[in-house]
């Protein structure tokens, strides 16, 4: 029997009813969200006397219900859905006079296949998305012509994905808690549908003009130099420099240090025509593995697959 709801997909989507019916000899779980989409999944799991009915339990006692039970079995009563598995017998009571919007059947025909790796990109470009700002677009992920772009304010990027969608649109950045293992995209009206075999995910696309990403790229790329770095080495010191809580840290010809207290200072060849400053945390974020280069006003890294930039920290 495969486990039929996530605690995940319900807390991100604010979720509170799941709709329980029966589909071309499978079950539908449909969970609501309050405004930003819903979630489905079909199992081949069976409830006995459901046969035409439709059904809505609250969701919250059906997780409970499941996650202490490994391989259950269901029976329809009156009053509840009743999931029993050796000696133990649990009562989900039914929700009634419940207004439930209009779900479509979704047509995933013209959905295009999502490359293996996009989950490991989208979880890349979702640590460079704001937490705290107002600003509700820097919480999102921008998605166009098959690249992810994700800014805070203060550091952003670029990821490569490389597949056949065209167009463009913004998602939370915490799809990936919501819906783990996409592996077809299709965009319908306002929303954006993300699916898999037993699997979909449709959400509200956020409004909201995304930042010109590749414009300021292209501008600290015109200005920059690169510089040779052992990356290891690079790396242990802002990572020394994160465990004694160094806020911002400079960078020098030979050493990284903490400029403002003195507590560190290791050497490290960095060959800059002028000292600069960063913040230690949004430092350790851009790091790749690539080629690093610095400008007037930033710091970055760059593959063949991405380019990471983080914004310098005014010491003058």
């Known amino acids: 029997m495969k486990r039929i709801i996530k605690t995940e997909y319900g807390s991100q989507l604010n979720l509170q009813l799941a709709q329980i019916k029966k589909t071309d000899d499978k079950i539908v779980i449909t969970q609501i969200g309050k405004g930003n989409g819903f979630f489905i999944e079909k199992t081949a799991f069976e409830i006995s006397q459901l046969e035409d009915k439709i059904i809505y339990v609250d969701k919250n006692d059906l997780q409970k219900a499941l996650s202490v039970t490994t391989n259950p079995e269901f029976k329809l009563t009156k009053a509840s859905l009743v999931i029993s598995e050796n000696n133990t017998k649990i009562k989900v009571k039914l929700v009634n006079d419940v207004s439930w919007p209009k ?18 990109k989208f979880n890349r470009a979702s640590q460079f998305t704001s937490h705290d700002d107002k600003r509700i677009i820097l919480g999102t992920i921008n998605f166009e012509d098959g690249n ?20 463009s ?24 549908i993300f699916a898999n075999d037993t699997q979909i995910a449709k959400l509200t696309q956020i409004e909201g003009k995304f930042p010109e990403i590749e414009r300021l790229l ?16 690079f790396e242990n010191a802002i990572d020394t420099a994160l465990k004694l809580d160094v806020t911002n840290i400079m960078l020098d010809k030979d050493a990284i240090v903490d400029n403002v207290n003195g507590t560190i200072e290791t050497k490290i060849k960095l060959d800059l025509d002028k000292p600069r400053t960063f913040s230690t945390s949004l430092l350790k974020r851009v790091l790749n593995k690539g080629e690093i280069a610095f400008s007037n006003d930033a710091m970055i890294s760059t593959t063949d697959e991405e380019t990471a930039l983080i914004l310098r920290k005014r010491s003058d």
């Not at 950045?173 to 077809?184: A, E, G, T, Y």
């Not at 292209?218 to 080495?233: A, I, N």
Request: some cysteine.
């Open 169 to 192: 649109f913004n998602i939370p950045c915490d799809l990936l808690k919501i819906f783990p293992n996409p592996q077809k995209l299709m965009v319908q009206d306002d929303k954006v």
């Open 103 to 120: 779900v479509n059947e979704i047509d995933l025909s013209k959905a295009i296949d999502l490359p293996k790796n996009f989950i490991n």
């Open 218 to 233: 292209q501008g600290q790329l015109k200005d920059s130099t690169k510089v040779e770095v052992d990356h290891l080495e």
């Open 148 to 167: 992810l772009y994700a800014t805070d304010g203060y550091s952003l990027i670029t990821i490569v994905v490389d597949n056949e969608f065209k167009g």
